[in-house]
């Protein structure tokens, strides 16, 4: 089994940064890529970055300069630092990887349970 797990969510001023971790654990053959999605109340699912194996990434419009996604191939953690947050960040996110389990040998999304985030203004 494998789980996408985060921490690091919460209440902050517009103007001000966070960081969110998300560690993928459990019976992992590789990792094709990791990310984060966000999904604002009465909003779809968007994404926000991904970084792949090889340390690509595509960042949406809407985050770049201000987000900044980082990895730890050890630890299969990846971060997110978040800078500059504006009310329209309040989102829930929703870490994301492209990964194969031992047990399948395919790849797959798996997504973690979600970590609220709400700017205010």
């Known amino acids: 089994q494998v789980q996408l797990v985060e921490s690091g969510g919460g209440l902050v001023q517009a103007g001000g940064s966070l960081r969110l971790s998300c560690a993928a654990s459990g019976s992992i053959y590789s990792i094709n890529a990791m990310g984060w999605y966000r999904q604002a109340p009465g909003k779809q699912r968007e994404l926000v970055v991904v970084i792949t194996s090889g340390g690509s990434t595509n960042y949406a419009d809407s985050v770049k300069g201000r987000f900044t996604i980082s990895g730890d191939n050890a630890k299969n953690t990846v971060y997110l630092q978040m800078n500059s947050l504006k009310p329209e960040d309040t989102a829930v996110y929703y870490c994301?990887?492209?990964?194969?389990?031992?047990?399948?040998?395919?790849?797959?999304?798996?997504w973690g349970t979600g970590s609220l985030v709400v700017v205010s203004s």
């Open positions: 994301n990887g492209d990964m194969v389990s031992r047990s399948s040998l395919k790849a797959m999304d798996y």
